[in-house]
Nanobody
Framework: QVQLVESGGGLVQAGGSLRLACAVS????????MGWFRQAPGKEREFLAA????????SYADSVKGRFTISRDNANDTMFLQMNSLKPEDTAVYLC????????????????WGQGTQVTVSS
């Protein structure tokens, strides 16, 4: 079983920054494509960013492009999401997901999910 634990969420003022981390255990981390979603109350789960298992190709949602940066540290089995220029509309529960070998950009698709970490951005 693959286990994922998010950390780094919290309360931040608009314009500020946070760095989220997703620690992975249980299987070979480098075999998994990794990504981030978020979900606000009453809204559908929203794709944010993904990074491949190999050379580290990345993709981003338009809403966060230029503000968020996804990265991974395979030596330490950890994925990160650096979030800059945060806006109140970024407030949500942020979830990391691991998908075996190849990323599948589907909010309801198969994968291993963390429990989520709350990000709140005040105006």
């Amino acid at each position: 079983q693959v286990q994922l634990v998010e950390s780094g969420g919290g309360l931040v003022q608009a314009g500020g920054s946070l760095r989220l981390a997703c620690a992975v255990s249980g299987r070979t981390f480098s075999n998994y494509a990794m990504g981030w979603f978020r979900q606000a109350p009453g809204k559908e789960r929203e794709f944010l960013a993904a990074i491949s298992r190999g050379v580290g190709r990345t993709s981003y949602a338009d809403s966060v492009k230029g503000r968020f940066t996804i990265s991974r540290d395979n030596a330490n089995d950890t994925m990160f999401l650096q979030m800059n220029s945060l806006k109140p509309e970024d407030t949500a529960v942020y979830l990391c997901v691991a998908r075996y070998l190849v990323w599948d950009n589907n909010p309801s698709g198969p994968g291993y999910w963390g429990q989520g970490t709350q990000v709140t951005v005040s105006s």
